[in-house]
């Protein structure tokens, strides 16, 4: 044997040692993969242990108890809100005039009326234009979705009867003139008219804390 092969059996590393056998896990024995530190979930820490995730009907009543989810609003503010609507949309079945022998609702008036007091027919009425509006303020105070309405609407439903309050009162105004009429405002319009006014000035007031609480 020559010089050279002595040199390179010299160089030749020696074999890797074989792995130790290791015994398999016993059932129920902690495995260390179970444990560590894992970004995907909030890096768990060894020798943390984490509870069992809540399930969707759990997350579903607490969101509920926080005032989330859901989609009817049935607090007391909302159901008064609710109530104070349909009194709203009631009123238009009552006397809105109610003096020089007339008694007539708002579905007997043209919503034309409430800019040009010379209207004596027309569609749509006053009365469907108040049923809607009352509707959907209801709608508004008991749906989560529509709840960001009920401010608009409170502002609508009272200037349906501000407007109509005005132009009777100028109606009047011009019977007088003509000596048909010696009485006043509130000698031809009839409870159905205040019960809206009252119902509408309801509406803003409670609209307005309401959104005031959805801001807050």
Known sequence: MSWYNLGEQSQT???????????????????????????????????????????????????????????????PLA?????VALVYLASSFLNWIDGLGVQDSAHDGPLRYLWDNTASSGNPSIGIVVVVVGFLAAAAALVRRLRFLAPVLGVVALAI???????????????????IFDGNLFDLVGIGAYV??????LLVVIGSVSGARGRA
Do not use: N
Request: glycine residues 16%.
């Open 161 to 179: 009867v501000a407007l109509f309050l005005v132009q009777t009162q100028l109606l009047v105004g011009d019977a007088r003139d003509a000596g």
């Open 196 to 201: 809206g006014l009252g119902a509408g000035l």
């Open 13 to 75: 590393p020696p074999p890797p040692p074989s792995p130790r056998p290791q015994a398999p896990p016993s059932r129920g024995e902690w495995q260390p993969r179970d444990v560590g530190v894992s970004p995907a979930f909030g890096g768990v820490r060894h020798g943390q242990v984490r509870g069992p995730a809540p399930s969707p009907m759990t997350a579903s009543a607490t969101s509920r108890r926080r005032g989330g989810g859901g989609a009817l609003l049935l607090t």
């Open 79 to 83: 159901l008064v809100t609710a109530l």
